[in-house]
């Protein structure tokens, strides 16, 4: 679109919320583009809850679409050999019929359990009963839920593409490849054993990752941080007085 390209051009400076995004405005010419979600927390929705579960429950929440990768998270899940951990879905869609049959034909049906879709409290209310979110997305801009989820204490595997990919570091999570599903079939099954086997590892990863949110996505900071960054902008092109 040639309108877009122009209208980037003319910015003094761009802001992309993923790394690819930012590929893609370098190569339209902008020379001057900065990395920075457009998601955020407040500081009262950062509250650390330990899950009080015996095993592990893995959790994943959104629209049961394909390019959510549930599918994805469900065949990692099925390859563990172990019984004690659980798989806990929330949302509804189109998929939800094809996920439902390979659970019932991978005889999954006593640890992977589907909940439909619920208000935004008891979503809420579950990932603090959960240990790990699991957002395998292909294509996801944001992913506010890995923002929620950390707020909580819970660590995030997630795909390393994306808004999710920014939001979660090796402090907070896993980011596994996208080089091929095989590939990240693989990295999602050795995370979630990581956490199955290593309770040490998952309260570290918790707590590690709730501070993450509070020390880079808190929206008080962000405010603070795109001010400074806007009038930095105004004294380079408005000439003195």
């Known amino acids: ?24 405005l370098h190569c339209m010419g902008l020379n001057r583009v900065q990395i920075q979600t457009q998601i955020g927390m407040h500081e009262d929705e950062v509250k650390y809850k330990p899950s009080s579960s015996t095993g592990c429950i893995f959790i994943s929440i959104g629209r049961m679409i394909h390019w959510k990768g549930f ?49 935004r409290a008891d979503v809420q209310k579950k990932l603090s009963e959960a240990n790990v979110l699991v957002h395998p997305s292909y294509h996801d801009s944001a992913g506010l839920v890995c923002l929620e989820a950390m707020a909580l204490g819970k660590p995030v595997i997630c795909l390393d593409t994306g808004g999710p990919a920014l939001l979660v570091n090796e402090t907070a999570g896993y980011r596994s490849s996208v080089e091929s599903e095989h590939k990240a079939l693989n990295d999602i099954k050795n995370a979630m054993k990581l956490f199955i086997e290593d309770s040490n590892l998952l309260t570290d990863m918790a707590e590690r990752a709730c501070d993450r949110v509070r020390k880079n996505f808190l929206w008080n900071n962000k405010v603070l941080c795109f001010s400074k960054q806007y009038f930095e902008v105004c004294d380079e092109n408005c000439p003195n007085p």
């Open 1 to 24: 679109d040639p309108f877009v390209r122009r209208t980037a051009k003319k910015a003094t400076v761009a802001y992309a919320s993923t790394k690819e995004t930012a590929h893609r």
């Open 71 to 119: 599918m994805l998270g469900i065949k990692a899940f099925s390859r563990l050999n172990e019984k004690t951990s659980q798989y806990w879905l929330i949302g509804d869609g189109p998929c939800r019929h094809r996920l439902k049959k390979y659970v019932q034909e991978n005889d999954l049906k006593e640890r992977v359990h589907f909940f439909g879709s619920m208000t």
